[in-house]
């Protein structure tokens, strides 16, 4: 059986990768089982911060599979982007960022709210990789004026609203986000490519 580290400490993130990943024949550690710790996450675009993610992760024998992901808020110029999970400060956590998005968002109106959730996976087989494996997805919606009640999700799950749901993405089952997620979206991309690898 196939082993993958998972570049990630976020148990959030990890249950999503291992459930899409559980129809392919392949066995799933998170970096933090194997005592990996996480490298700082010092680039400007999703692209690069996967990818040092992933190359760190794949010194300890095994090929690695990354994720950098974010909130992009049109009116606010593409923030908090790349420093999403650490958007309020060095503190940070869902909460504190949460609330940052929705204070510096008060005196945008409903039209002024677009905002999209983007992903970008890496899969490289060594650290010398040369040709890693990348998809990405992202989706599209709005950010609500309040934390929905119901939070299934995480990060920004509960303040990205979806007007063709009529719910936030933390309203959704975890079978029902995984279908259309940033992160869902990007799997099923990187899913067919690892069905297909033959190096």
Known sequence: MKKIILATSNKNKIIEFKKILSELNINTISQKDLGICSIEENKSTFLENALIKARNASKYGFPALSDDSGLIIKTLNGEPGVYSSRFSGNQSNDIKNINMVLKKMLPFKKMDRQACMHCVLIYIRNPNDPIPIISS??????????????????????????????????????????????????MKKMIKFLKNEKY
């Open 137 to 186: 997805g992202t989706i599209y919606g709005k950010i609500s004026n309040s934390i929905s009640k119901i939070n299934f999700g995480f990060g920004y799950d509960s303040i990205f609203f979806l007007p063709k749901k009529k719910k936030t993405i933390s309203e959704l089952t975890l079978e029902e986000k995984i279908k259309i997620s940033h992160r869902g979206i990007a």
